[in-house]
């Protein structure tokens, strides 16, 4: 998975997170099923787009997400939804890309990664992220090392994933012991989760 796509991966992660504790979770009715009345204007729009030298972002989107409005079984309903969710994700990626003149890809790396490089003959180009940024790219990065952890089940990923949690935990003024006691203290009060236990939660409301 590519560092933009990482990036906004966390950013929509979070504003989900947010928008939960904020409004709670809700499951509403999905109200699709028939055509929307936009689905006929959006797909004009699109083809007079492309005849006149291709579509926008909007338009894609409209597309996408009209056609979704039109599907009532769950699985395709689901499926434009993904597909829909897709698009504005590369339309961020495409925003995000334009603030950096088009430059291009750029990826957070471990500190000595720089030395390394020039160790290998090459001249690294990098630049460092002011405080905001970083804090984003390292969420993007936790991503990162816990898919690579989940895809490969392999443990020394897991290092991996401590070591970003170490520099996100810097990021808010805390120390590596400062996060073991924060942990140790959860842990005393709540547990762990070494015994495998499953709780079933209440279903969602509705409306």
Known sequence: MDESLQKVLADVAAESAAQNRDRGVHDFPDGSGRASE??????RACADAAASGGPA???????????????SDPAR?????????????????????????GAGP??????????????????????????EEHATL?????IEEVTEYTTDADPDE??????VLH?????????????????AAKAAERGGFNRGIVLR???????
């Open 38 to 43: 936009h689905t006929g204007p959006s797909e």
């Open 57 to 71: 972002w909007r338009h894609i989107l409209e597309g996408k997400f009209c056609a979704g409005l039109a599907k």
């Open 77 to 101: 309903l689901r499926k434009e939804l993904v597909q829909t969710a897709a698009v504005a994700v590369q339309w961020i990626q495409a925003l995000d890309r334009r603030q950096t003149g």
């Open 106 to 131: 750029e990826k957070l790396v471990r500190d000595r990664i720089p030395e390394i490089v020039l160790r290998s003959g090459r001249t690294p180009t990098t630049r460092i992220a002011a405080r």
């Open 138 to 142: 390292l969420r993007a990065k936790l």
């Open 158 to 163: 897991l290092a991996d994933v401590l070591e």
């Open 167 to 183: 520099a996100l935990a810097a990021v808010h003024g805390l120390t590596p012991a400062d996060l073991e006691h924060r942990r």
């Open 201 to 207: 939660l209440p279903a969602p409301e509705n409306g």
